[in-house]
């Protein structure tokens, strides 16, 4: 079963716009989210993290908000450029557990 | 600082060869590792981690072992290559605050 969840593989946004990518989980011991970039043949570069103590975090031109009720995090990127484009995965972490359970990616296209 | 090293970049064997890929992480003590792959088009599968020397657990059933011999090394080992463990072979390291993992640049490994 896939503990997180990302449903959108792609979404193509303006450049200067906004860019609001989901994801959902379904383990409520999840406490410790991150969310990651990634180019083609590269590894995934960290980008931002949130607690589940927190609602909200934000970095720069990213921030990330978690609905624990929901079980569902978003990440918005404003505004966006083209050099965003690529691939975002949402990871969680149940906090003992070492382990880290990633969604299955969203494609992200910034168009010029 | 912390960083991480995998090697070789890209790897191309034949069906049933050995496989040996090697990560190192520096600038830490006592990192917990990881081996992630990510198949054409999909999300990041974790395969293996170990939170100390000799210690390491495996998440799916297959071809695959890992082993850390040392503290800050890492490897992913196979007696027999398959055509289905062609893939992009991530190594992860957590630090000290065992929150953030970071990545390694990844392998490409393509069994022929």
């Known amino acids: 079963d896939q503990q997180v969840k990302q449903n959108s593989p792609s979404l193509s946004v303006q450049e200067g716009r906004i860019s609001i990518l989901n994801c959902d989980y379904t383990?409520?011991?999840?406490?410790?989210f991150l969310w990651y970039k990634k180019y083609p043949a590269e590894g995934p570069t960290f980008l931002i993290s949130?607690?589940?103590?927190?609602d909200k975090n934000e970095d720069g031109r990213f921030t990330v908000f978690l609905n624990k009720s929901a079980k569902h995090l978003s990440l918005h990127i404003v505004p966006s450029q083209p050099g965003d484009s690529a691939v975002y995965f949402c990871?969680?972490?149940?906090?003992?557990?070492?382990?880290?359970?990633f969604g299955t990616g969203t494609r992200l296209k910034v168009l010029a | 600082s912390q960083t991480i090293h995998q090697w070789p970049a890209t790897l191309v064997q034949p069906v049933g060869s050995p496989l040996s890929l090697e990560c190192t992480v520096e600038?830490?003590?006592?990192?917990?590792l990881y081996w992630y792959r990510q198949a054409a088009g999909r999300g990041l599968q974790l395969l293996f981690y170990?939170?100390?020397?000799?210690?390491i657990s495996s998440e799916v059933p297959q071809n695959l072992s890992a082993s850390r011999p040392q503290d800050r090394q890492f490897i992913l080992s196979s007696k027999k290559l398959l055509l289905s463990d062609s893939g992009f072979y991530l190594c992860?390291?957590?630090?000290?605050?065992?929150?953030?993992?970071?990545f390694g640049p990844g392998t490409r490994l393509l069994v022929l």
């Open positions: 383990n409520s011991m999840f406490d410790y």
């Open positions: 949130i607690s589940s103590i927190k």
């Open positions: 170990s939170v100390g020397i000799g210690q």
């Open positions: 992860a390291f957590t630090g000290l605050a065992q929150e953030t993992q970071y």
């Open positions: 600038g830490t003590s006592n990192p917990n």
């Open positions: 990871a969680a972490s149940e906090g003992g557990t070492y382990k880290y359970i």
